[in-house]
């Protein structure tokens, strides 16, 4: 943190340079790039060119015929994706887009903008697949694939976060999402990577989870949380692992068992899936909802998602739960079926305790938590005292995909209404699906990335400073373990006094169990409000 | 970027040269039959190639976009426009999103406060004049049917008289002709002068503009200042159109340059980015239900893949679990 520029040097008005975007060149300035993948994590998943190299280098070591490979590639995709063609086509650069980007509002740099993001990949098609191009180059908007231009993908598609906030705002419906996919697919031919993108797919594919975590490391880490809830409420829980015959397969982002504080909201769901005494399994093969294959290539999005289908067969569960995570969820909603459907060996899903058929969920066979979380609530199924978060004031920070991907709006914003008193939206042009990146999507939630990051949190950074100001706000709730992982050095950064936590956290925090012990401090061992009082005067 | 526009200038400039340096050496048969057939067939067939192309294309995934309330619980209201999960949706949307630029509407401009607060200001400039343009543009078409049919439909004349409701000069000034004037000037000169679009704008954006505005310039400028021979404009029209085209020396060179730069207009369109009035008809992120996980959707060219399986995984780690009371589905030995 220390390295980084003061806040208020990061913002800055963003002034175009006066030379043609095409000839200025790439500066790979330090804090806004990731490390390469490193050798052995291509090979895991068998990808192409897995060496030692160094974006810093001069010879980023490609295979002597990368051109080729690239325009192969690219032709390929394109007549196998019709978004793709549609969006190299349709585009009027009419500018909708450009202040839409949290990258382009808090960096500046004008390749930021959505509609430069997806010329620098349109103008290499432009010269490689259309007519224009090959006759007037330079005057269409065509150029050359050039070592220049490769570098230049390299960055600025790994400076993308796949949020979809421009697809939002462009009359054309163009999605920068499924540009950079492609893009990132055709860097993936010739061995250009990212190592957070590849090593959590190298050990999902091997491990069945990001971090790469061991079954029995799983076990332990469940163990301690279940040890934790029982220290703070006196409840005794177990949670099944790899359960034969169970009703219902709960899958999770593995940072929700791995670091704080995804963990407080990794105790909300198991507190929950126990007091109701619901009939379910975890899985250690199984044991990440997250889907890195989604910032890599279809392909292996495919190869990791399989494994929850697959393990929902072996162990004969009737459907499948997912935890609170944002990109996941654009996998299992808008991919899942498609790729390893159909699942018909599950059932339509219904609430074991509600009755509810989650009608929405009828082919997929699989529910978002809040969805089950916010149908218990209606059907008061939960004993609930709100009062046990009345030591935070809470926001809610939707995440692009379940926001833009999904539109699970009114779900967390129900469970908020219903587990705390003071809720306060953030402005209306900074939630819901004109929502704002936490800037460390896509697998760019590395540090040596950290002074991109901050810069592209800042506009969210900014809409909580602005109810932090106004209504005192000091909890930033969420739906994503990305977030959970990026928002707090973002907050740290820009807005030191409020903390980050999501929604099942504060939900097993105002969740009234049965044979509990009188709450005396939080899911985080934090004093409830009331206590603190009370342990001056004791 | 100046360059950008100098060249867009320019070409335009020799394109309002090549008729008038034609027509003068008499080739009225090029310009006049020739070039207008060639035009509209490479409209037609430029357009059906390009629309096939797409169309040839897979949707592998469902891929919409969704700007409101998914349909999930039966008591949380669901946003059938902005997050379709039917075909009554779908049409809703695709309607607003074609006759009333809904996303654009959306748009806001993000500014920056002295006390480093970001704002966001509803700008509808673009949407205004944006809007504006293509439906100038749409009544400019359809008035334009009074030269090719004959008997001219009621609709026609009805948009016609509606038109020049304000008919205080003669020949009649239509209003849709200033407005288009109006919006290609505001749309040309926001890529000129705002720094951010000038800097994303290349030589074919400018040269749209200002091609649409000659166009325009030249089809008033016969109208109302060379007043040429309208009769035999329409007979000319009328004779393209049945297939049996004769040659009108007398309408005047003004109008030579029009009927050039809309061919050129026409030939150029199904290989610009002026496409994308039929591009946004075939877009994935709004043409699509969001009914991902209602109704499985079918990838075409999926194809199977290696994946590390259960009996892999149990392999590798069957100790450890073993040891951790993790159930195994083969007991070690």
Request: proline share 5%; aromatic share 12%.
């Amino acid at each position: 943190m220390k390295k980084l520029p003061k806040p208020d040097k990061l913002m800055i008005e963003p002034r175009p340079p006066r030379e043609n975007w095409m000839e200025t060149p790439t500066e790979f300035r330090e804090g806004s790039w990731s490390y390469p993948a490193k050798a052995k994590n291509l090979e895991t998943i068998g990808y192409p060119n897995p060496r030692e190299w160094s974006i810093t280098d001069e010879d980023w070591k490609l295979p002597e015929n990368w051109q080729q490979i690239i325009h192969d590639g690219f032709k390929e995709r394109l007549e196998k994706y019709r978004s793709l063609k549609i969006f190299m086509d349709t585009c009027v650069r009419c500018g909708a887009c450009a202040d839409k980007c949290h990258f382009f509002l808090g960096s500046g740099d004008p390749k930021n903008m959505p509609v430069l993001r997806a010329e620098l990949l349109r103008s290499v098609y432009k010269n490689d697949f259309t007519t224009a191009g090959k006759i007037l180059g330079r005057i269409a908007g065509a150029r050359k694939l050039t070592l220049n231009v490769l570098k230049e993908w390299f960055y600025y598609f790994y400076q993308c976060s796949e949020c979809r906030r421009c697809s939002v705002f462009c009359p054309y419906g163009i999605d920068t999402a499924e540009i950079t996919m492609m893009a990132r697919e055709l860097m993936n031919l010739v061995g250009l990577n990212i190592n957070w993108v590849q090593e959590p797919v190298a050990n999902c594919y091997r491990f069945g989870n990001h971090i790469g975590m061991q079954p029995q490391a799983i076990k332990d880490m469940i163990d301690f949380m279940a040890e934790d809830i029982e220290d703070i409420t006196g409840v005794h829980l177990e949670v099944p692992l790899n359960k034969k015959g169970a009703e219902i397969l709960f899958v999770v982002p593995s940072g929700d068992y791995f670091a704080d504080p995804g963990t407080y909201t990794f105790m909300g769901y198991i507190m929950l899936l126990n007091e109701l005494g619901i009939d379910y399994t975890m899985s250690t093969y199984a044991s990440e909802g997250g889907n890195f294959g989604l910032f890599s290539s279809h392909e292996t999005m495919k190869r990791l998602n399989a494994k929850i289908y697959a393990e929902a067969r072996r162990l004969g569960v009737k459907w499948i739960l997912g935890g609170e995570c944002g990109h996941m969820w654009r996998v299992i909603h808008q991919y899942m079926d498609t790729l390893n459907g159909p699942a018909d060996f599950l059932e339509v899903p219904v609430s074991p305790i509600t009755g509810t058929r989650f009608e929405n969920a009828s082919s997929t066979k699989m529910v978002h938590i809040c969805e089950f979380t916010a149908d218990l609530i209606y059907h008061n199924k939960l004993k609930l005292d709100p009062t046990r978060n009345d030591n935070v004031r809470v926001t809610f920070h939707d995440s692009c995909n379940p926001a833009r991907a999904m539109g699970l709006l009114e779900e967390p914003r129900y469970i908020l209404n219903n587990v705390c008193n003071h809720f306060h939206e953030m402005p209306e042009n900074t939630i819901r699906e004109q929502t704002f990146c936490c800037g460390g999507g896509a697998g760019l939630n590395n540090d040596e990335n950290l002074e991109m990051r901050m810069r592209g949190g800042l506009p969210r950074a900014n809409a909580v400073r602005h109810v932090h100001e106004k209504h005192g706000v000091n909890m930033l709730s969420c739906i994503c373990a990305i977030d959970r992982v990026t928002l707090p050095p973002l907050m740290e950064y820009w807005v030191p006094e409020v903390d980050v936590c999501g929604i099942h956290e504060l939900l097993g925090n105002a969740l009234v169990m049965q044979g509990e012990n009188e709450r005396r401090v939080n899911l985080r061992g934090e004093p409830n409000s009331g206590e603190e009082e009370n342990d001056h005067e004791g | 970027m100046i360059r950008n526009i100098l060249i867009s200038v320019c070409f335009v400039l020799a394109l309002c040269a090549i008729p008038w340096i034609g027509v003068s050496f008499g080739m009225y048969a090029v310009f006049g039959i020739l070039i207008p057939y060639l035009a509209g067939s490479i409209l037609l067939a430029g357009i059906i190639y390009r629309v096939i192309s797409w169309a040839k294309a897979p949707v592998p995934f469902r891929i919409p976009t969704t700007g409101g309330q998914q349909k999930s619980l039966p008591w949380i209201k669901a946003n059938n426009l902005e997050n379709p999960t039917n075909t009554f949706g779908i049409i809703g949307r695709m309607l607003l999103e074609i006759l009333l630029f809904r996303s654009l509407f959306r748009n806001s401009r993000a500014g920056l406060l002295d006390d480093k607060r970001i704002t966001y200001t509803g700008s509808r400039w673009l949407w205004v004049f944006g809007l504006m343009f293509h439906y100038s543009f749409l009544i400019i078409l359809l008035r334009h049917l009074h030269f090719f049919l004959q008997p001219i439909p009621v609709i026609v004349k009805l948009v016609t008289s509606l038109d020049g409701v304000f008919d205080i000069l003669l020949p009649t000034i239509y209003l849709s002709d200033i407005a288009f004037l109006f919006c290609v000037t505001f749309l040309f000169l926001r890529r000129v002068v705002l720094p951010k679009i000038r800097y994303i704008s290349l030589v074919s954006d400018y040269f749209a503009l200002l091609l649409l505005a000659t166009i325009a310039i030249s089809g008033i400028l016969m109208r109302n200042v060379f007043k040429v021979d309208l009769y035999s404009v329409k007979q000319l029209a009328v004779g393209l159109f049945s297939f049996s085209p004769g040659l009108y020396e007398t309408i005047g060179v003004v109008f030579y340059i029009h009927l050039f730069c809309v061919c050129i207009l026409a030939a150029y369109f199904p290989f610009s980015k002026l496409m994308h009035m039929a591009g946004i008809f075939l877009s994935p992120t709004r043409n699509l239900a969001n009914t991902n996980r209602m109704k499985r959707h079918v990838n075409p060219w999926d194809y199977p893949v290696q994946t590390h399986s259960y009996e892999e995984y149990e392999d590798e780690f069957r100790d450890k679990m073993l040891s951790a009371g993790i159930p195994l589905d083969k007991e070690g030995e």
